[in-house]
């Protein structure tokens, strides 16, 4: 409640709730939290969501080809607490390395999309459509 009222957003819907949702293949909660954004959308503004969900893939497929590291030497690797590798072991378990190039590939036409190009579908069905490929 605290946060909601400094801040201005749920602790529950946020981009990096959204991360763990889909590191954790949430169907249920990541659908609840894009729906929470298309309700919302001048407070979750799609072009940074992308770029975010863009970097948090991109360190998974850093981990995908770094595998032998140890923890702290991953962590270092992705700028990140060690504390949250724990997600990050579970995301890069749950996409291989082909599922998590295609997601790169997902998040690159969503950002295409996004800007208007080759597409009519509003921010919303935007990030529907991605969640629902990834």
Same mark, same amino acid.
């Given at each position: 409640?605290?946060?909601?009222?400094?801040?201005?957003?749920?602790?529950?819907?946020?981009?990096?709730?959204?991360?763990?949702?889909?590191?954790?293949?949430?169907?249920?909660?990541?659908?609840?939290?894009?729906?929470?954004?298309?309700?919302?959308?001048?407070?979750?503004?799609? *072009?940074?969501?992308?770029?975010? =969900?863009?970097?948090?893939? @991109? $360190?998974?497929?850093?981990?995908?080809? %770094?595998?032998?590291?140890?923890?702290?030497?991953?962590?270092?690797?992705?700028?990140?607490?060690?504390?949250?590798?724990?997600?990050?072991?579970?995301?890069?378990?749950?996409?291989?390395?082909?599922?998590?190039?295609? *997601?790169?590939?997902?998040?690159? =036409?969503?950002?295409?999309? @996004? $800007?208007?190009?080759?597409?009519?579908? %509003?921010?919303?069905?935007?990030?529907?459509?991605?969640?629902?490929?990834?």
């Amino acid at each position: 409640d605290m946060v909601m009222k400094h801040v201005g957003i749920s602790k529950e819907f946020n981009v990096f709730e959204l991360q763990t949702a889909l590191a954790n293949k949430d169907v249920m909660k990541a659908n609840q939290i894009i729906h929470y954004f298309a309700a919302n959308p001048r407070d979750n503004p799609v *072009i940074p969501i992308i770029s975010l =969900l863009f970097g948090y893939f @991109s $360190k998974i497929l850093l981990m995908h080809h %770094n595998s032998g590291l140890k923890k702290e030497e991953m962590a270092a690797l992705l700028k990140v607490n060690p504390y949250f590798l724990t997600e990050y072991n579970t995301a890069a378990r749950n996409y291989p390395l082909a599922k998590t190039l295609r *997601i790169l590939g997902y998040l690159h =036409l969503a950002d295409l999309q @996004s $800007k208007g190009v080759d597409s009519t579908l %509003n921010d919303s069905q935007i990030l529907t459509e991605l969640v629902y490929k990834i």
